[in-house]
């Protein structure tokens, strides 16, 4: 059963709102639900019944046994018997409605997992790149995994076993009243003191689970950037230090965890002992009850029953508390990311790029017009930039840190929306275009290599899935990295894992570059793309570079400033604004910016 034994629970930030629209979310089940919560109310009265039934059985037995002793007809078994098959048909019926119940609640269960996940995903593709830039992989990844999967596990689950906790305590209630009222008032004297000693165990007790989760955290992360640089750790001896931090962080996960699950197994063995209260006063007052001759012996059997049944809804609503809250929370990380806004709507009618052969068609011209932008409308970062770029021109774009350099090209292929300004393709406005028609225009090769899990070759068709092998070897040729693949034992198929362990960085970068080679792109954008490659094989890819280059325009960000000084024209950026323009050669004899940014790569 779920509770505080279980994990901590973390409480949403308006519960009401998040619960309204949980169930708005699945008002397309509400069909099955109502059948399953019909279905589940049968089976519990059905149960319900069954220990009144019992009770009559062991009435009757007494009753013969009394009367035979007496000299009387003895046990009435044909009475006996017809009871006996009543609560077999009871129990035989409930399990199959029990049964039924469960493979209704896991088809919603399963179904309003699928459609959470399909939505988050369908949104996260829909979102803003700044949105992105404000929440980390990890907590996006967690809203996508943790918490569906909460939902998923708790929600059929949980309203069912409320139901049928409450359902039980009214029929349980309804029954014993029936029975013998006063010994029914005696029980319902214990059964508050036992629902607030569970409330204030389980209040007592989140306060270190809490503390549990938050150690268990520390102590994973711990361990995980110990062991992810454990050469560096070796190299820099901090074998000592890192032991001193971990057991500090261990007796502190130690003890968290101690009271924390000291707190939650006292629950039973206390609720438990109040329960077995009740049963003895119920059983002294109830046999005296007999003895008087104003309740039966199955009547007082019965009651015993349904005393022992009565505690267990109540601690199971009280510990259910927690998982509806932790549910809610749920639902509420899950329905933020649902209800973020999106990128704005595309035109109506977009441009079309492609020719009759599906082709792009495109010259590649490119022109910045008083661009203004900041990712927040307090900070500017890019103030008034404007330029025009003439198709298959080779630009370069430098400047120091923070200049806006790969700002400059995220708001070229439309990832964030200008503040001002506008910024054309072919003539055109960006906007006019479709996002997805404006980014097939590009080919783009960033600083940092990505590589999924999969083979070679998938991982180089991830721009261009209908590409043929040949044109994925000739992509790898231009890229020199040809021969490093077949090196390997399988090729073109050898499995990349996110990691690429055995594999360099240069050569990851070497790939991603074949990649954008493939794409065969009309504007190429290169962010670094050579930082990662040794003197010899960076003066292979500029080579390769040139060919690629001739017919396409091309915009490069680059620090290393010697792999562009063939540029056309160099963009110098600084502060978000352009300080100077012009090719290599004239750039260094104005003795400025560029200059300076050019002799320091010199000085030591």
């Given at each position: 059963?779920?509770?505080?034994?279980?994990?901590?629970?973390?409480?949403?930030?308006?519960?009401?709102?998040?619960?309204?629209?949980?169930?708005?979310?699945?008002?397309?089940?509400?069909?099955?639900?109502?059948?399953?919560?019909?279905?589940?109310?049968?089976?519990?009265?059905?149960?319900?019944?069954?220990?009144?039934?019992?009770?009559?059985?062991?009435?009757?037995?007494?009753?013969?046994?009394?009367?035979?002793?007496?000299?009387?007809?003895?046990?009435?078994?044909?009475?006996?018997?017809?009871?006996?098959?009543?609560?077999?048909?009871?129990?035989?019926?409930?399990?199959?409605?029990?049964?039924?119940?469960?493979f209704i609640n896991v088809s919603i269960s399963t179904d309003v997992t699928y459609r959470l996940r399909r939505d988050i995903s369908l949104k996260l593709n829909k979102l803003p790149?700044?949105?992105?830039?404000?929440?980390?992989?990890?907590?996006?990844?967690?809203?996508?995994?943790n918490d569906v999967d909460n939902i998923a596990q708790n929600l059929t689950n949980t309203m069912s076993q409320i139901l049928n906790s409450a359902i039980n305590i009214v029929g349980v209630l309804a029954m014993m009243f029936i029975i013998s009222w006063k010994l029914t008032l005696i029980a319902l004297l214990i059964i508050p003191l036992?629902?607030?000693?569970?409330?204030?165990?389980?209040?007592?007790?989140?306060?270190?689970?809490?503390?549990?989760?938050?150690?268990?955290?520390?102590?994973?992360?711990?361990?995980?950037?110990?062991?992810?640089?454990?050469?560096?750790?070796?190299?820099?001896?901090?074998?000592?230090?890192?032991?001193?931090?971990?057991?500090?962080?261990?007796?502190?996960?130690?003890?968290?965890?101690?009271?924390s699950q000291f707190y939650s197994t006292i629950m039973h063995p206390l609720t438990g002992f109040l329960g077995n209260l009740t049963y003895v006063i119920v059983c002294i007052v109830g046999g005296m009850e007999v003895i008087a001759g104003r309740m039966t012996i199955g009547g007082i059997q019965s009651l015993i029953t349904y005393t022992r049944r009565l505690n267990q809804p109540i601690t199971s609503i009280a510990q259910l508390m927690n998982t509806v809250q932790t549910m809610a929370a749920a639902a509420e990380r899950i329905f933020e990311v649902l209800?973020?806004?999106?990128?704005?709507?595309?035109?109506?009618?977009?441009?079309?790029?492609?020719?009759?052969?599906?082709?792009?068609?495109?010259?590649?011209?490119?022109?910045?017009?008083?661009?203004?932008?900041?990712?927040?409308?307090?900070?500017?970062?890019i103030h008034d930039f404007s330029m025009f770029v003439e198709p298959g021109k080779q630009i370069a774009i430098v400047g120091p840190t923070g200049a806006g350099k790969t700002t400059l090209v995220k708001l070229l292929m439309r990832f964030y929306e200008l503040n001002g300004g506008t910024i054309y393709v072919d003539y055109k406005d960006i906007k006019e275009y479709s996002r997805h028609?404006?980014?097939?225009?590009?080919?783009?090769?960033?600083?940092?290599?990505?590589?999924f899990d999969g083979t070679i070759m998938e991982n180089l068709k991830f721009g261009k899935p209908d590409a043929t092998d040949e044109e994925?070897?000739?992509?790898?040729?231009?890229?020199?990295?040809?021969?490093?693949?077949?090196?390997?034992?399988?090729?073109?198929?050898?499995?990349?894992?996110?990691?690429?362990?055995?594999?360099?960085?240069?050569?990851?970068?070497?790939?991603?570059?074949?990649?954008?080679?493939?794409?065969?792109?009309?504007?190429?954008?290169?962010?670094?793309a050579t930082s990662s490659v040794d003197t010899r094989t960076e003066q292979l890819i500029q080579d390769s570079m040139e060919e690629l280059r001739k017919g396409r325009t091309s915009f490069t960000i680059a620090h290393r400033l010697s792999t562009i000084r063939n540029s056309d024209a160099i963009i110098v950026l600084n502060e978000g604004d352009i300080v100077e323009v012009g090719n290599h050669e004239d750039l260094l004899a104005k003795n400025g910016f560029y200059a300076k940014l050019y002799n320091s790569q010199f000085e030591m």
């Open positions: 059963m779920p509770g505080p034994r279980n994990k901590p629970m973390e409480k949403a930030k308006n519960f009401k709102a998040a619960i309204t629209e949980l169930l708005n979310y699945i008002k397309p089940y509400r069909g099955k639900i109502v059948l399953s919560l019909g279905l589940m109310v049968i089976s519990t009265c059905m149960c319900i019944y069954g220990p009144k039934l019992t009770g009559d059985v062991t009435t009757l037995l007494s009753q013969g046994i009394i009367s035979k002793y007496k000299g009387g007809a003895g046990i009435d078994f044909d009475a006996i018997k017809k009871i006996v098959m009543t609560l077999v048909i009871i129990y035989v019926s409930s399990a199959a409605i029990d049964y039924l119940v469960n790149l700044k949105y992105f830039d404000t929440k980390t992989h990890g907590e996006i990844l967690s809203r996508v995994t036992t629902g607030l000693t569970a409330a204030a165990i389980v209040k007592k007790s989140q306060k270190y689970f809490k503390a549990n989760s938050k150690y268990l955290g520390e102590v994973n992360g711990h361990v995980e950037e110990m062991y992810s640089g454990h050469l560096l750790v070796k190299t820099y001896n901090y074998e000592e230090k890192s032991n001193e931090e971990f057991s500090k962080l261990n007796d502190n996960l130690h003890d968290a965890a101690f009271k209800n973020e806004e999106e990128e704005t709507k595309e035109t109506e009618n977009p441009v079309n790029i492609y020719d009759e052969n599906g082709e792009i068609n495109i010259k590649g011209n490119v022109a910045f017009e008083r661009v203004k932008f900041g990712y927040n409308e307090d900070k500017i970062v028609d404006l980014r097939d225009m590009f080919g783009m090769v960033l600083q940092d290599a990505w590589l994925v070897y000739a992509a790898c040729k231009m890229a020199h990295v040809d021969h490093f693949i077949r090196t390997l034992e399988n090729g073109y198929n050898t499995v990349l894992s996110q990691d690429s362990a055995g594999i360099s960085q240069g050569q990851k970068q070497l790939l991603t570059i074949a990649r954008a080679f493939l794409s065969d792109p009309k504007i190429l954008i290169l962010d670094e």
